[in-house]
């Protein structure tokens, strides 16, 4: 089942959260509309999981309106737990439960929902759904609470950092499934704060850094905006990047900003064919040995940077 097309799954204005001298959430707007995957991107820290606990019926907004698929928590609560799925950041489940009694446990909260079997086998546990909740590896717990969300078959799913701290495969992994779950059609909000999981995986996302929306749009939108298709990252030997200085570097044929972070140069590249020679030939005029140079094409987290100056590991 999905949310109305026609009606947001989520809308969020000026939303506020304070606890004692902290502002965790300062004056959020939002809205995301049926069938989405709407991304809320940012550091640890940003109001990310403050806004979902908010949008979920969790805490308490010091202020601001929540509408989750046309309800509010205040008059509303009993329907809208029937039509959602929630995914902590963090699950904690009874460890001597077997996977299968933990999915019929969560089954039997709603009045309607989907059949165990069917959402063990969604999130690949058949193999395990005799094993104790104790004996499960990380990635297999991270699918388990997706399996609890899902159980009642939900019209909106809230994701809260679902593969933080999983490895690659079992990250990847989710990920399937998360796709799946969006081309069926359901509304899902997710958040998180590996840039690579929202370009893979949102329709649109909103980039949140201390409480508050920065940017808005699709991946390619908000890459676009960079205005520079590429970025080059170099460092040169010996301590010597003192001798060169972003405003030089940004006049380069190609180059379109510069920055320095903790010994590497950053520099966003409109053409790599233009750029790259005019770099290497800054370096070798200023007699300057080259240490390492490495491309990539832009991405979320290089976009992140250009609007704060930080990178999003040191935010």
């Given amino acids: 089942m999905s949310a109305n097309a026609g009606r947001p799954a989520l809308r969020v204005v000026g939303l506020r959260k304070r606890y004692g001298d902290v502002v965790a959430v300062d004056g959020i707007d939002l809205v995301v509309a049926g069938g989405e995957c709407f991304g809320l991107l940012g550091p640890n820290g940003a109001g990310k999981t403050t806004t979902i606990e908010i949008c979920e019926g969790l805490t308490t907004p010091d202020d601001g309106v929540v509408e989750v698929l046309g309800q509010q928590w205040s008059s509303d609560e009993r329907s809208l737990r029937e039509r959602l799925g929630i995914q902590l950041q963090e699950t904690k489940l009874a460890e001597k439960l077997t996977v299968e009694e933990t999915v019929r446990l969560f089954r039997s909260f709603y ?27 990380g990635g297999q717990k991270q699918r388990l609470a997706l399996a609890c969300a899902l ?12 593969t933080t701290g999983l490895d690659p495969q079992s990250r990847r ?49 908000l890459i676009a905006g960079l205005g520079a298709e590429h970025v080059v990252e170099f460092t040169v030997t010996g301590g010597a990047d003192g001798a060169l200085d972003a405003p030089s570097l940004e006049r380069l044929d190609g180059v379109k900003g510069a920055r320095l972070h903790e010994g590497r140069w950053s520099l966003e590249a409109v053409e790599l064919a233009r750029a790259v020679p005019a770099i290497l030939g800054a370096l070798a ?10 491309t990539h094409s832009a991405t979320l987290e290089d976009v992140f940077v250009s609007l704060t100056g930080r990178q999003l590991r040191d935010a």
Avoid at 151 to 162: I, S, T
Avoid at 285 to 294: D, N
Wanted: with cysteine; proline share 4%; glycine share 8%.
């Fill in 111 to 137: 009045a309607r929902g989907r059949d165990v079997d069917d959402v063990i086998g969604v999130v690949q546990l058949d193999e395990k759904r005799n094993a104790r909740v104790g004996k499960l590896s």
């Fill in 151 to 162: 159980v009642g078959d939900p019209e909106l799913l809230f994701l809260d950092e679902p």
């Fill in 173 to 221: 992994q989710l990920w399937d499934l998360i796709t799946e779950l969006k081309a069926s059609g359901r509304s899902i909000v997710l958040t998180t704060h590996y840039m690579d999981e929202a370009e893979r995986l949102c329709d649109r996302v909103a980039i949140v850094d201390h409480g508050r929306v920065i940017a808005l749009g699709s991946p390619r939108e």
């Fill in 285 to 294: 005029e200023r007699g300057l040995p080259l240490a390492e140079l490495v």
